[in-house]
């Protein structure tokens, strides 16, 4: 089959040699490239092409519309118009010489293509029809020349005819002319009642009008005066079916005189299909366009010459410009303002090796650093013919990564140089980073540790120490103050501290542990020692403390039996200030004998609640009530911390007078911490009194509660003071600091 010939009608030399390169690609055959539109017409007369490509605004006198209309008064050749304009004067003057395409500047090769192809398409839909009115024109007048010839010969060609207007998949109409009602259906073939959904005989004695959509009845009259003119005319209008639905029809229609009547004969046909074909094609090109322009990434599609065919609104707005006025140049220019590519260019290596390629590239031009993608564009016969660029901006990744960078060099300068043993584990137990303490510990480089699993390293304790890594992971809380033994690689035995931090990503999971770890062995040995030492100091404490309260026993036995034989009044009242010195010195024993033990042991973990009900337990509260709102509050404090509340309720007892009815001991979260409020309401404590409560020696009773109660607080970081008013009774607050109490969750 001989290849479809185009006639270029462009003055602009270097687009009209661009697209002829481009139409010989598709295959077509080019039969001039006519600057001018008298040229056109010159051209045109001597060679009719099947299809003209003709640019609006011309060089010369003549516009592309004229030398149009002059062409189309001559030929039947289906025209395309290529412009940059989309002025609606200048669309509504296009539009009177009833082109096949309307191409707007700059288009790329897809949409020209599918254009050229349904135009062609359309054409050859129009030749036939225009044969087949042609053929039935020639009926017509046959049947009236017939007629008037010879009944025989009439009746053949009319049964002939009839056959074909019967089965032509047109629809045919013959409308009355004249008389009282123009436009009246005089006979329709069943195709073209069946597109109306009509039946023949329901169309008889309908109007031309009835079967017009309502918006298109005023253009309908228009043309049906000008069929009786004498005018045959073609074009597009909308129909309306029996059920009201409305579709588009083709027509080609004219003037017929029989037997000295006037009618109007039309071939019609539904092009529904066609018109969802046209405005799919057009909604994708649409589409297309949109994304192509709402992309945020830089795109142009590029030429095997280098030029730029395509480019996108974020391309153009990057260099500052626009769209159309990067096509046709070469992208080095543009992008590099260099006189050739350059040496890295990606678009050179895929127009060699035929595949696309990714680089990233820095380009100030353009405004950062950009993620570059090159993908081929190949013809029908895959031949590479250009290719499409891609420009990912990744100035920001690339301002992370080196953000990224800069905060592991100082994280790997603090872990290096931080004292003590560092490592960070995955939640498989593998070691993933490891500080040169830690590596001597293991006996190797840091390079040797990273990888390898605790089992390689600690093979019989791997599984405890990750019984403690399991326990942060699950928990997702750290676990802090770990004292246990390790065994170094020279096997050496190290007391060490470890603290395990679990790290959290982004979704609050645990991607690992990272594990501090301090050599503790000196301060062991201290405190082993000084637990040695305070346990025989405890035990002389111990003996004498014993020897002394048998002395007592002793003295108080005498002291008893002097006073029975006594009579001289001054001798028993020396002997009963003997005895209240006795049970002085009996409860200060007692006393060093309770508080021994205070700081010899680590603090701990105390249900507070639990230490009120046991200090309680071991008083005698007579009839006064004790009122707790603790709610399971835990404290980190010295294992004495349950003699605080003894001695504050003792003090309440001893002191609070007979008005006291109650003791109550409540909490308080305040952004500084846990207040913890013990209060009565009995007598109130002196003002003069306040300022020396926590002083050694002050009291009536040791002198020594108090003041060992605020030490005992104080190893643990909590404070004790009394805050009562007037009349109220006596008030105390121990406040315990963030990170020493834990809630009930």
């Known amino acids: 089959m001989a290849p479809k010939t185009i006639l270029i009608l462009e003055d602009e030399q270097i687009p009209a040699l661009d697209l002829k390169e481009t139409l010989v690609s598709f295959g077509y055959e080019i039969t001039g490239i006519a600057p001018t539109g008298e040229k056109a017409v010159r051209m045109v007369d001597e060679r009719v092409p099947d299809l003209i490509l003709m640019d609006i605004q011309l060089a010369g006198k003549m516009s592309g519309i004229e030398a149009a209309e002059i062409i189309l008064s001559r030929q039947s050749v289906p025209i395309i118009y290529i412009t940059a304009y989309a002025d609606p004067d200048l669309v509504e003057q296009a539009k009177k010489t009833k082109p096949y395409g309307y191409l707007i500047k700059p288009y790329d090769d897809r949409a020209i293509r599918t254009e050229i192809e349904i135009a062609l398409y359309k ?324 390079d040797r540790i990273v990888g390898k699993n605790s089992a390689d390293l600690f093979p019989g304790l791997a599984d405890r120490y990750y019984q403690d890594d399991l326990e942060v992971i699950r928990s997702k809380r750290p676990k802090l103050g770990i004292t246990e033994q390790m065994t170094t690689a020279r096997g050496d035995t190290l007391w060490v501290q470890s603290d395990k931090v679990p790290i959290l990503d982004e979704k609050g999971e645990v991607t690992g542990i990272l594990v501090f770890v301090v050599d503790i062995t000196d301060r062991k040995i201290a405190q082993d020692a000084l637990a040695l030492a305070n346990k025989k100091l405890g035990l002389m404490a111990s003996i004498t403390r014993h020897d002394i309260i048998n002395q007592l026993m002793a003295l108080n036995a005498y002291i008893e039996l002097c006073r029975e034989e006594a009579t001289d009044p001054a001798i028993i009242t020396h002997l009963k200030t003997m005895a209240k010195v006795s049970a002085s010195i009996e409860r200060h024993i007692t006393f060093t004998r309770d508080y021994q033990t205070i700081g010899d042991q680590a603090p701990e973990w105390q249900d507070v609640g639990a230490c009120v009900y046991r200090a309680t337990a071991s008083l005698p509260m007579k009839n006064i009530r004790v009122t707790t709102d603790l709610h399971e509050i835990k404290v980190l404090a010295d294992p004495l911390f349950e003699k605080i509340f003894y001695n504050l309720i003792d003090n309440a007892l001893r002191y609070g007078g007979d008005r006291m009815t109650q003791i109550r001991i409540s909490s308080l979260e305040t952004p500084q911490g846990l207040t913890i409020v013990i209060e009565d309401d009995g007598a109130m404590i002196a003002p003069e009194d306040r300022a020396h409560l926590f002083t050694k020696g002050f009291g009536k009773n040791t002198g020594l509660g108090l003041f060992l109660s605020r030490e005992i607080l104080g190893i643990t970081g909590m404070e004790i003071r009394e805050t009562g008013t007037s009349g109220k009774g006596a008030r105390f607050e121990i406040s315990v600091p963030k990170g020493a109490y834990r809630l009930r969750a």
């Open 123 to 446: 054409a050859g839909l129009d030749q036939n029809f225009r044969k087949e009115c042609e053929i039935l024109t020639e009926w017509v007048r046959q049947r009236t020349e017939d007629l008037a010839r010879a009944n025989d010969a009439l009746k053949k060609s009319e049964a002939r005819y009839r056959l074909l207007f019967e089965r032509s998949g047109e629809g045919i109409f013959i409308f009355d002319a004249e008389g009282k009602t123009p436009g009246r259906i005089v006979e329709v073939n069943p195709a073209g009642a069946a597109i109306h959904r009509y039946s023949a005989g329901e169309l008889a004695g309908k109007n031309m009008a009835d079967l017009t959509a309502p918006e298109k009845r005023g253009s309908g009259a228009s043309a049906f005066r000008t069929i009786l003119d004498g005018t045959w005319i073609g074009g597009e209008s909308d129909h309306v079916r029996k059920d009201g639905s409305v579709f588009p029809i083709e027509y080609n229609a004219g003037l017929l005189e029989i037997d000295g009547h006037r009618y109007v004969f039309s071939v019609m046909r539904d092009i529904s299909e066609r018109k969802r074909t046209q405005d799919a094609i057009l909604r994708a090109r649409d589409e297309w366009e949109y994304t192509f322009n709402a992309v945020p990434d830089l795109i142009m599609i590029i030429d095997d010459k280098f030029r730029i065919i395509r480019a996108n609104r974020a391309m153009a707005d990057s260099l500052r410009t626009t769209p159309e006025s990067l096509t046709g140049r070469f992208c080095y220019e543009v992008v590099h303002q260099a006189g050739e590519p350059p040496d890295i260019c990606p678009h050179r290596q895929l127009l060699a090796d035929g595949r696309g390629h990714t680089l990233d590239i820095r380009e100030d031009r353009l405004g950062g650093d950009f993620q570059l993608s090159v993908t081929p564009v190949r013809d029908k016969d895959g031949t590479v013919t250009g290719s499409i660029h891609v420009l990912h901006d990744i100035s920001r990744r690339k301002r992370d990564e080196n953000a990224l960078r800069a905060v592991s060099t100082e994280l790997q300068v603090i872990i290096d140089n931080a004292p003590g043993m560092i490592w960070y584990k995955d939640t498989k137990n593998n070691f993933v980073r490891v500080n040169p303490d830690g590596a001597r510990v293991f006996g190797m480089p840091v």
